[in-house]
């Protein structure tokens, strides 16, 4: 009977596309929801316990619990789950362009499970990034489950993107806009239809379970005087600055830091140290942060208040991100551009208090300018801001600072926050080519199994060890690290490798586009080349020859056509 009845479903599946996409945006909202319950709990229980001492306890608490609590998460992570370590978002624009492995059921759970852990235990992070993760594993779930073509597979991951955002924000329209800008960069109809459906399903479910009220409900600010521009623009100006500084420092951080701590579980030992440490200061830096938000967008705070927090949130989000604690870059970029509008709007006001500035006004502007500043999706940023707090009066400043936001931190910093994530991770992605080789790195082509050979190995010994003939053969020093080459006619004679070894006319690195590799091949007039690991290491990591990339391009035309 079942056996009779699957295919039926899978069958119907394909045909009527729509009822499986509300299917997947309703699972999505209820995902959703399930996570921001098991994210209250856990901060209530895990950092607001530790709030709640007093005296010395208390800030042994505070550090201690996030120390901890990241220990816990990385080691777990690493031992069972270690492709849901990297950044959410990058890790989907991955999942999305080339291996949707990376949102398979074992990432996808501990991604659930031990994020909201992370955020309760104090991370100075979002929900936002790691529930996209999860509804778009969802949604690959259903479309596997359903056995849809590849294609359709695919496409799915931009439905599970709107989905998430639109359910953990109730922001529908935000969703599907973020989901064209960052993830598929494009408007197909097909895509934009079904992206369309998934994020009002997630929407209603979120509304169904969890009320629907406006995440960052403000009251409706205002502003007259069309100098008061200009403190706009000083608020795009300063956020273009620090959020295009901020990527930079989160890139060489995150290298400085695997290199003096190579052990995940060590680094996010100290990031939990350095996040206590800044919470005992600035408790309001702790976690997702949302009440602070609010708090400033309802005019609280004061100039230096606000400056504090802007300042130490800044620093702790690097710190965060750089040492691989889990959560999202959403939230955190709102509650930095808040601060940052709130404390130059407060501060207006003490300098010109004739002028009547709203400091309201300046913390929602400065909230969009941040986000598009460190994310890049302008219209995005403009559109969360409005969903998020409900006010439509502030449009034209909110254009002009996320303008002058994006354009000082492109300038800064030429890649996005996920963009620059995803090349740390080792992942390049295609520009827009037809060539099926375009977003394959040359580590995914190379043959990794090289015979090489040693300076000071005899000819007799290398070539009794051979048993399949090469053109070339790579040779190491002792140290190691890679040499030069020798060629097969030259193992013909007497004495040592070192006797003969020649210098190529290119070595590839193996994090380099295939693509450059074969227009330097090209150049060079060679059709194979030894690939390193680096340029400081130089390590033989693998072999590029020409059967190597006929294998590879037929490989990624096939995947096409799945």
């Given at each position: 009977m079942i056996h009779s009845v699957v295919p039926r479903i899978r069958s119907a599946a394909r045909q009527f596309l729509l009822p499986t996409l509300v299917v997947t945006g309703a699972l999505c909202g209820v995902a959703a929801a399930l996570f921001h319950r098991f994210l209250e709990a856990a901060r209530l229980l895990l950092i607001g316990g530790a709030l709640q001492q007093h005296g010395v306890v208390r800030s042994i608490a505070v550090v201690a619990t996030p120390m901890v609590v990241f220990t816990l998460i990385a080691f777990a992570i690493r031992r069972f789950a270690p492709?849901?370590?990297?950044?959410?978002?990058?890790?989907?624009?991955?999942?999305?362009?080339?291996?949707?492995q990376l949102l398979g059921k074992r990432s996808v759970l501990a991604t659930f499970i031990a994020t909201p852990?992370?955020?309760?235990?104090?991370?100075?992070?979002?929900?936002?990034?790691?529930?996209?993760?999860?509804?778009?594993?969802?949604?690959?779930?259903?479309?596997?489950?359903?056995?849809?073509?590849r294609k359709l597979i695919r496409g799915m991951i931009p439905v599970g993107v709107a989905a998430g955002i639109a359910a953990i924000f109730n922001t529908p329209i935000t969703g599907v806009v973020f989901a064209l800008e960052e993830v598929f960069g494009t408007a197909d109809r097909g895509l934009l239809g079904g992206v369309l459906v998934g994020a009002v399903a997630a929407a209603v479910t979120e509304r169904a379970l969890l009320g629907g009220e406006a995440l960052l409900a403000a009251p409706s600010s205002s502003w007259s005087d069309p100098r008061e521009l200009f403190g706009?623009?000083?608020?795009?100006?300063?956020?273009?600055?620090?959020?295009?500084?901020?990527?930079?420092?989160?890139?060489?951080?995150?290298?400085?830091?695997?290199?003096?701590?190579?052990?995940?579980?060590?680094?996010?030992?100290?990031?939990?140290?350095?996040?206590?440490?800044?919470?005992l200061v600035a408790p309001e830096t702790l976690s997702v942060g949302y009440e602070s938000v609010s708090l400033w967008l309802h005019g609280g705070g004061s100039a230096s208040s606000a400056g504090i927090a802007f300042g130490l949130k800044t620093l702790v989000f690097v710190a965060a991100i750089s040492g691989g604690v889990l959560?999202?870059?959403?939230?955190?970029?709102?509650?930095?551009?808040?601060?940052?509008?709130?404390?130059?709007?407060?501060?207006?006001?003490?300098?010109?208090?004739?002028?009547?500035i709203d400091p309201r006004a300046y913390a929602i502007v400065g909230m969009g300018s941040f986000f598009a500043g460190l994310l890049r999706s302008p219209i995005a940023a403009v559109l969360i801001v409005i969903e998020l707090t409900r006010d439509y009066e502030l449009v034209v400043p909110l254009m002009l600072a996320v303008t002058i936001g994006v354009a000082i931190s492109h300038r800064l910093s030429p890649l996005s926050i996920v963009e620059q994530q995803m090349i740390d991770e080792g992942w390049i992605e295609a520009p827009e080519s037809g060539d099926p080789l375009a977003s394959l790195v040359v580590s995914s082509?190379?043959?990794?199994?090289?015979?090489?050979?040693?300076?000071?190995?005899?000819?007799?010994?290398?070539?009794?060890?051979?048993?399949?003939?090469?053109?070339?053969?790579?040779?190491?020093?002792?140290?190691?690290?890679?040499?030069?080459?020798?060629?097969a006619d030259a193992l013909a004679g007497e004495g040592t490798i070192g006797d003969v070894i020649e210098q190529p006319k290119l070595v590839a690195l193996a994090t380099e586009r295939t693509l450059d590799l074969i227009e330097r091949m090209q150049i060079a007039g060679v059709d194979r080349c030894v690939v390193i690991d680096g340029r400081v290491t130089r390590r033989v990591a693998g072999f590029v020859s020409p059967s190597d990339i006929l294998r590879a391009r037929m490989s990624a035309l096939r995947d096409e056509q799945v």
């Open positions: 492709r849901a370590v990297g950044a959410n978002l990058a890790r989907v624009r991955m999942a999305y362009n080339k291996d949707p852990l992370s955020l309760g235990a104090g991370a100075p992070l979002g929900p936002e990034g790691p529930i996209v993760v999860v509804s778009s594993g969802i949604a690959i779930l259903i479309g596997r489950a359903l056995a849809l073509p706009f623009a000083l608020i795009g100006i300063v956020a273009g600055l620090v959020s295009g500084l901020a990527i930079g420092a989160m890139h060489r951080l995150k290298k400085l830091w695997a290199k003096a701590m190579p052990s995940l579980v060590v680094r996010a030992a100290m990031a939990g140290a350095i996040v206590g440490a800044i919470g959560g999202g870059t959403f939230a955190p970029s709102l509650f930095i551009g808040a601060a940052l509008g709130a404390a130059l709007g407060h501060g207006a006001n003490l300098l010109f208090p004739a002028a009547h082509v190379m043959s990794a199994n090289v015979i090489a050979f040693r300076t000071n190995d005899t000819l007799a010994a290398a070539r009794a060890s051979l048993r399949q003939r090469h053109h070339i053969y790579p040779v190491v020093d002792d140290s190691g690290a890679f040499a030069g080459i020798v060629t």
